[in-house]
């Protein structure tokens, strides 16, 4: 559902979606004379949020008589392939839930429409840097907005409270820095043991962008640029605190999903984590909900630049361009965004929505609002800094792959960032 859940690659998508522009439409028909779109969701048909969507439907057809929306939703397991699926058989719904690489892996193959073209005016309507995240080019695709911004998500760094006074340190001075971060590791290894930092291994790219990396990738996304000197000093930063013994070595295994059960368990004095996290450590976690205190994402300049934005992309085979494009342009008012983002603690990518009173009154004597404060001021100021097309298969698994070795000692961390380059550059060139 959420973008800051793992955005995946859509497997295969050039190769599955060939000619999907060549394909038949997917889309709703008329019925009696009506237009019919397809508005499909991910993961978000369930008691908390089906009133919401049924209550935004019924409220669009009511002001427009002449058009039903058919309301599918998908579940998380496998929700890239069955898009890849829907468009490769020219059956993608005329409206489509997904994160940017989701998107990007469709514009590329031609299945979505470029909204700047179609609406040139909706820009106006979001935040600059929400748009910025659906506007896409290089690579064989051509510079546009494949979409339109929906909510926004974020969150701060969960300190559990009680390991720190154990292990050292002062949970009065939450480290907010990359400095204070690794100080704060050597500060653990040095006092206890089966105890660590974190699991970040600098293999994101908000652990490079925050650190002083010039650029993750060029302006006109032709290369990948974030093997500078800088990046060397920050992934020799988390070799080292591996080799004392500050990062779990299970986090080296790229398929290991297991960083919220340590941390509950009491082995991670650190983790980041999203807006909503803190509920879910009330609900599972009761006793470390109890010590836990919140801080920023670990940044050199104060920004976050793991923000993540869910988006909308139309159906390039869409009946009805203009209705779709109309009714995603509904669902993502301020009005509607506030009200579904008061529901699922993410933020509003329209413009106006972050001055809505609900921001301005935020409880901060609790850890939910203290964690909810601190993700509306990164969303604020800060930005997404992974490309889309770092997908799993072109670059980010590679990535992780080269991390791993050089925590192994098997190569250096320049080794490491410059072969990650050239792969994800030759995946670029292909």
């Known amino acids: 559902m959420f973008s800051m859940k793992k955005i995946l690659a859509i497997a295969g998508a050039g190769?599955?979606?060939?000619?999907?522009?060549?394909?038949?439409?997917?889309?709703?028909?008329?019925?009696?004379?009506?237009?019919?779109i397809s508005f499909q969701t991910w993961n978000l048909k369930n008691d908390k949020y089906t009133p919401y969507f049924e209550a935004l439907i019924k409220?669009?057809?009511?002001?427009?008589?002449?058009?039903?929306?058919?309301?599918?939703?998908?579940?998380?397991?496998g929700y890239e392939d069955k898009l890849s699926s829907q468009a490769a058989a020219g059956e993608l719904p005329d409206i489509v839930d997904g994160g940017n690489?989701?998107?990007?892996?469709?514009?590329?193959?031609?299945?979505?429409?470029?909204?700047?073209?179609q609406a040139p005016d909706a820009e106006k309507d979001y935040y600059e840097g929400a748009w910025k995240s659906v506007t896409m080019q290089g690579n064989?695709?051509?510079?546009?907005?494949?979409?339109?911004?929906?909510?926004?998500?974020?969150?701060?760094?969960?300190?559990n409270t009680e390991l720190m006074q154990k292990c050292g340190l002062d949970p009065n001075k939450i480290p907010t820095t990359w400095d204070e971060y690794f100080a704060a590791g050597d500060t653990i290894v040095?006092?206890?043991?089966?105890?660590?930092?974190?699991?970040?291994?600098?293999?994101?790219?908000?652990?490079?962008?925050?650190?002083?990396?010039?650029?993750?990738?060029?302006?006109?996304?032709?290369?990948?640029?974030?093997?500078?000197?800088?990046?060397?000093?920050?992934?020799?930063?988390?070799?080292?605190?591996?080799?004392?013994?500050?990062?779990?070595?299970e986090a080296l295994d790229s398929s290991w999903s297991q960083a919220a059960d340590l941390f509950q368990r009491g082995n991670l004095v650190?983790?980041?984590?999203?807006?909503?996290?803190?509920?879910g450590f009330k609900q599972n976690a009761p006793d470390l909900y109890k010590n836990l205190a919140v801080g920023p994402r670990i940044s050199n300049?104060?920004?976050?630049?793991?923000?993540?934005?869910?988006?909308?992309?139309?159906?390039?085979?869409?009946?009805h361009p203009d209705v779709a494009i109309d009714f995603a342009r509904f669902v993502t008012n301020e009005k509607n965004q506030i009200e579904f983002d008061k529901k699922a603690s993410v933020f509003p990518s329209a413009k106006g929505g972050l001055d809505d009173d609900y921001y301005k009154s935020i409880d901060e004597s609790t850890l939910e609002g203290k964690a909810l404060k601190i993700t509306l001021d990164q969303?604020?100021?800060?930005?997404?800094?992974?490309?889309?097309?770092?997908?799993?298969?072109?670059?980010?698994?590679?990535?992780?792959?080269?991390?791993?070795l050089a925590m192994q000692g098997k190569q250096t961390a320049k080794e490491a960032l410059d072969k990650s380059v050239e792969f994800a550059n030759e995946k670029l060139a292909q």
């Open 270 to 279: 650190s983790m980041a984590g999203s807006a909503y996290s803190a509920d």
């Open 59 to 77: 409220a669009y057809e009511k002001d427009h008589p002449d058009v039903t929306v058919k309301w599918l939703d998908a579940p998380s397991d």
């Open 379 to 404: 969303v604020k100021d800060g930005y997404g800094s992974r490309p889309a097309e770092f997908t799993d298969n072109n670059g980010y698994k590679n990535f992780q792959q080269q991390i791993a």
């Open 190 to 249: 040095q006092n206890c043991k089966d105890v660590y930092l974190g699991t970040t291994m600098g293999y994101n790219a908000e652990d490079l962008m925050t650190a002083g990396v010039k650029s993750f990738m060029n302006d006109d996304h032709s290369k990948y640029t974030f093997n500078d000197e800088a990046g060397v000093k920050q992934i020799s930063r988390f070799v080292e605190l591996y080799k004392k013994g500050g990062i779990p070595p």
């Open 15 to 36: 190769a599955m979606l060939v000619s999907v522009a060549a394909c038949g439409s997917g889309t709703a028909g008329d019925d009696g004379g009506k237009k019919e």
């Open 140 to 159: 064989g695709v051509e510079k546009g907005a494949y979409g339109l911004p929906w909510y926004v998500n974020d969150g701060p760094t969960y300190w």
């Open 101 to 117: 690489s989701i998107l990007y892996g469709l514009a590329k193959a031609g299945a979505l429409l470029d909204v700047s073209k």
């Open 301 to 319: 300049d104060g920004k976050s630049a793991s923000v993540a934005y869910e988006m909308l992309g139309i159906s390039a085979n869409s009946k």
